[in-house]
Structure formats: structure tokens, C-alpha cells
């Protein structure tokens, strides 16, 4: 594991390396990539040991020439999700019943999302 990572901070999608004000101090842009992965907590064993050696098979891909960074996030962030969910509820369901199942279970899912109950994980590269 490399100990030596610079500093970086995020601009317009890329990730930025280095002071970029001296001359004499090398700067590296690189993009980052969001990958949405299932919830891993019911998963089988099997499946957790064949998911972490696939991501060291690919570090040691990577050979001595190129630097990754991943980053594990968490959040219950499904706003654009449910906010779609709703609109397609008002475009679809001509039918009171269906749309009165639809809405409750977008206030069902809206109310844990705010109460952060729901959970996602995001994985950047």
C-alpha cells in the first residue's frame, strides 16, 4: 500500500494533485469514477471473498506505473430515484388505487431516506 499519496481536492469531475502555484511542484489531474455497489451486507461469504480479491486483482493490474485511490462512501441519498418515481406515478397512473400505492410508498421511502434508514454505497476509483 502506498504511503506516499499527495493531497488532492476535486474540481469540475477531476481530482487534482500537488500545489499547482510552484513550478517546481509536479500537478497530476485525474478523473474519478462513482461505482454504485449492491449492499453487501446479506451477501454470502463466498461472495465477499470473491468481490475483495477482484479488487486486488485489479490494483495488481495496475502495475508499479500507475496510482489508484478507492474510497468507500455510505449514504441514503435516493432523492432523484423517488423524485422519478413520482413523476412517473402522476404520468402513469390514471387509476386511483395505483396511484394512491405508488405515493404511499413514496412517503414510505421518502420519510426512512430522511431518517436515513436507507443505505447506499458508493465506491470512487
Known amino acids: 500500500m502506498a504511503t506516499d499519496c499527495p493531497n488532492g ?3 469540475n469531475g477531476l481530482l487534482v494533485y500537488g500545489q499547482g502555484l ?10 474519478g469514477f462513482r461505482v454504485e455497489c449492491p449492499d453487501r451486507a446479506n451477501a454470502s461469504d463466498q461472495f465477499n471473498i470473491d468481490f475483495h ?3 486486488r486483482r485489479l490494483l495488481h ?7 489508484m485511490q478507492l474510497c468507500w462512501s455510505v449514504d441514503s441519498n435516493y432523492q432523484d430515484e423517488l423524485v422519478e418515481y413520482a413523476r412517473e406515478t ?3 397512473c390514471p387509476d386511483a388505487y395505483p396511484r ?10 421518502h ?11 458508493h465506491l470512487y476509483l
Open 9 to 11: 481536492f476535486f474540481r
Open 22 to 31: 510552484d513550478p517546481f511542484v509536479p500537478v497530476w489531474v485525474s478523473k
Open 53 to 55: 480479491a477482484q479488487v
Open 61 to 67: 493490474m495496475l502495475g508499479g506505473q500507475y496510482r
Open 90 to 92: 402522476e404520468r402513469d
Open 100 to 109: 394512491q400505492i405508488r405515493t404511499a410508498t413514496f412517503l414510505k421511502f
Open 111 to 121: 420519510d426512512a431516506m430522511e431518517r436515513r434508514e436507507l443505505r447506499r454505497e
